[in-house]
């Protein structure tokens, strides 16, 4: 899986998860930009990603999620390893 297919993911899991166009959310979209993006959101957004995207993501990898950046260079690491 590429970079660019794991962001193109990422953008579908927010913009259905916060109901956004694809188009708003950038690499630096964070729970500080994002009212919205709280813990349970987190917690949603978390199991979204391992469900689309085929991975399990440990709790080290979850509390450093931090921005959607940040989302897709852990995801890429991760799916890098398991190919």
């Given at each position: 899986?590429?970079?660019?297919?794991?962001?193109?993911?990422?953008?579908e899991i927010f913009g259905d998860l916060f109901?956004?166009?694809?188009?708003?959310?950038?690499?630096q979209t964070s729970p500080d930009t994002l009212?919205?993006?709280?813990?349970?959101?987190?917690?949603?957004?978390?199991?979204?990603?391992?469900e689309q995207i085929g991975v399990t993501i440990?709790?080290?990898?979850?509390?450093?999620?931090?921005?959607?950046?940040?989302?897709?260079?852990?995801?890429?690491?991760?799916?890098?390893?398991?190919?």
């Amino acid at each position: 899986m590429t970079r660019d297919e794991i962001d193109q993911i990422i953008r579908e899991i927010f913009g259905d998860l916060f109901d956004l166009p694809p188009n708003l959310i950038t690499s630096q979209t964070s729970p500080d930009t994002l009212l919205e993006w709280d813990s349970l959101a987190h917690v949603r957004l978390i199991a979204a990603i391992e469900e689309q995207i085929g991975v399990t993501i440990s709790a080290d990898h979850q509390v450093e999620m931090l921005n959607v950046e940040l989302i897709g260079d852990i995801l890429y690491d991760l799916k890098s390893q398991s190919a």
